[in-house]
């Protein structure tokens, strides 16, 4: 079935350093593909998305290109700041239909 | 523009008791309604998904139950309360058009004691 891996944190940086959170996914068709992003005690919120190979989403900063030969969506960013300290989830949705799969979550603490 | 609410924020329920959470949604019409739960420290496990009135899709056999008696109303239900049954529950909701994102409440935080 499809599946989402994203890399295990926590992940602690220095604000202004670089981010980058793997994410892989298994899915037949041609699913589109979501970041997002959960802050202490709330919902998650959509960072960006992309629904075609090659398409790049972007929103405040982060990029993630997708990647359909390496069936990747990495999450970058060049300069953290300490407001984006957050859990970040992978997801995808699949052609089909109703059903968005999650990655396990990347916790991410960005230090001052 | 559209909203999302989601109550109550936290609950604390000795085992064997009922639940009732409920979720509304404004603003949009015949969105698909989603409940997810968040185990402390994991992923979101899709628990169940409804595309129209009436209907409701279960992804995992459980103790748990949902019901959509209004277009834009979903409520997740128990009869008895499991000690597993504590997470945090997630109310989301999307358009009809294929490859939309989820827009999500902000959630309730269930304990059972």
């Known amino acids: 079935g499809d599946s989402v891996t994203q890399m295990e944190g926590p992940v602690t940086l220095s604000e202004e350093a670089c981010l980058t959170i793997?994410?892989?996914?298994?899915?037949?068709?041609?699913?589109?593909l979501f970041w997002y992003v959960q802050y202490p005690g709330e919902g998650l919120q959509l960072l960006l998305k992309?629904?075609?190979?090659?398409d790049k989403g972007s929103n405040k900063g982060f990029e993630a290109t997708y990647r359909k030969e390496t069936t990747s969506f990495h999450l970058e960013k060049g300069s953290v700041q300490v407001s984006d300290s957050a859990v970040y989830f992978c997801?995808?949705?699949?052609?089909?239909?109703?059903?968005?799969?999650f990655g396990a979550g990347t916790r991410l603490f960005v230090k001052a | 523009s559209q909203t999302i609410h989601q109550w109550p924020a936290t609950l604390v329920q000795p085992v064997g008791s009922p639940l009732s959470l409920e979720c509304t949604v404004e603003?949009?019409?015949?969105?698909?309604l989603y409940w997810y739960r968040q185990a402390a420290g994991r992923g979101l496990q899709l628990l169940f998904y409804?595309?129209?009135?009436?209907?409701i899709s279960s992804e995992v056999p459980q103790n748990l139950s949902a019901s959509r008696p209004q277009d834009r109303q979903f409520i997740l239900s128990s009869k008895k309360l499991l000690l597993s049954d504590s997470g945090f529950y997630l109310c989301?909701?999307?358009?009809?058009?294929?490859?939309?994102?989820?827009?999500f409440g902000n959630g309730t935080r269930l304990t059972v004691t």
């Open positions: 989301a909701w999307s358009t009809r058009d294929r490859g939309g994102p989820l827009h």
């Open positions: 793997n994410c892989t996914y298994t899915a037949t068709g041609y699913p589109s």
């Open positions: 992309a629904t075609k190979a090659d």
């Open positions: 997801a995808l949705l699949n052609t089909g239909g109703f059903k968005t799969i």
């Open positions: 603003g949009t019409s015949n969105p698909n």
């Open positions: 409804s595309v129209g009135i009436g209907q």
